[in-house]
T-cell receptor, first 114, second 110 residues
């Protein structure tokens, strides 16, 4: 399967700890997105990369959140000093030049902060 | 006003009926429109996209777009219990981001 891959799929962490999620996009896709989704809500945009450049960043993304895509392939999303309000599903998605604005999601990484 | 609005539901239809899901958006510069299906505990799965006014059909699914009214809908014909899920409307707007509604929960009753 060559879809978007995310890991870990589930993470339980204590408040105040740091967590990192990894995303491997569809191989030919140059655009990569991170979204966050809480129960009963649609996904909320966090940030967007085209190749290795981070082109957009939501105002929702506090300074505790940082994302990288160092070689334009996989990406990491790190959350420092986690808070209970960070508990959510973190979704990675990708799109390619030919696909226009059509984005495809990975299976998501569930974060629970206790 | 939310950028993308959907009725949260739940919407219940009997098996074999037509399910109609609606979405309105506020950004007149929006260019493309998407419907995703999301089963409980899973990630969103793309069903259809539409760029031009009118209807677009794919199997049992029909997307309808009216840019003048800033309205997009999804019709599901011959609804099946396996169609029971949350349906998310998403809009690619002038901010070059895909913005989602909160979703409509659909239940198809056997």
């Amino acid at each position: 399967d060559t879809g978007v891959s995310q890991n870990p799929r589930h993470k339980i962490t204590k408040r105040g700890q740091n967590v990192t999620f990894r995303c491997d996009p569809i191989s030919e896709h140059n655009r990569l997105y991170w979204y966050r989704q809480t129960l009963g809500q649609g996904p909320e945009f966090l940030t967007y990369f085209q190749n290795e450049a981070q082109l957009e960043k939501s105002r929702l993304l506090s300074d505790r959140f940082s994302a990288e895509r160092p070689k334009g392939s996989f990406s990491t999303l790190e959350i420092q000093r986690t808070e209970q309000g960070d508990s959510a599903m973190y979704l990675c998605a990708s799109s390619g030049r030919d696909g226009g604005n059509t984005i495809y999601f990975g299976e998501g990484s569930w974060l629970t902060v206790v | 006003q939310k950028e993308v609005e959907q009725n949260s539901g739940p919407l219940s239809v009997p098996e074999g009926a037509i399910a109609s899901l609606n979405c309105t958006y506020s950004d007149r510069g929006s260019q493309s429109f998407f419907w995703y299906r999301q089963y409980s505990g899973k990630s969103p799965e793309l069903i259809m996209f539409i760029y031009s006014n009118g209807d677009k059909e794919d199997g049992r699914f029909t997307a309808q777009l009216n840019k003048a009214s800033q309205y997009v809908s999804l019709l599901i014909r011959d609804s099946q219990p396996s169609d029971s899920a949350t349906y998310l409307c998403a809009v690619w707007g002038s901010a070059r981001q895909l913005t989602f509604g909160s979703g409509t929960q659909l239940t198809v009753l056997p």
